[in-house]
Nanobody, 128 residues
Framework: QVKLVESGGGSVQAGGSLRLSCASI?????????MGWFREELGSERKLRHA???????????WYADSVKGRFTISRDTAADTLSLQMEDLKPGDSGIYYC?????????????????WGQGTQVTVFP
């Protein structure tokens, strides 16, 4: 079964830290692919999702949303098939459901439609 499984969400006070992890199970694409994280706003009826961070197939190039630059770090362990997001100095605006994603051809900036594989999501809540 091919899937992405997130873990590491939770509740913290502003200024705190969390580390999200994503395990890749199965083979997604025949070619190297990008992975990343999207955030869905809590309580959003339209399920607005915003790209947070992406790492490209070379595992060197990354992309971050302006709001998280300098605070979040994305990393990928291809040998272990895991993706991580280290989040520092968290703010209430970082709250949401975080989805791990994978896609074969991802633009810059990344778009939601670039990613064909999505995990189930893990919730992050940051209290003021």
């Amino acid at each position: 079964q091919v899937k992405l499984v997130e873990s590491g969400g939770g509740s913290v006070q502003a200024g705190g830290s969390l580390r999200l992890s994503c395990a890749s199970i199965g083979s997604f694409y025949s070619s190297p692919y990008s992975m990343g994280w999207f955030r869905e706003e809590l309580g959003s009826e339209r399920k607005l999702r915003h790209a947070v961070a992406v790492i490209y197939p070379d595992n060197v190039r990354t992309w971050y949303a302006d709001s998280v630059k300098g605070r979040f770090t994305i990393s990928r362990d291809t040998a272990a098939d895991t993706l991580s997001l280290q989040m520092e100095d968290l703010k209430p605006g970082d709250s949401g459901i975080y989805y791990c994603v994978a896609g074969p051809i991802v633009g810059r900036p990344p778009q939601e439609g670039d990613f064909g594989r999505w995990g189930q999501g893990t919730q992050v809540t940051v209290f003021p």
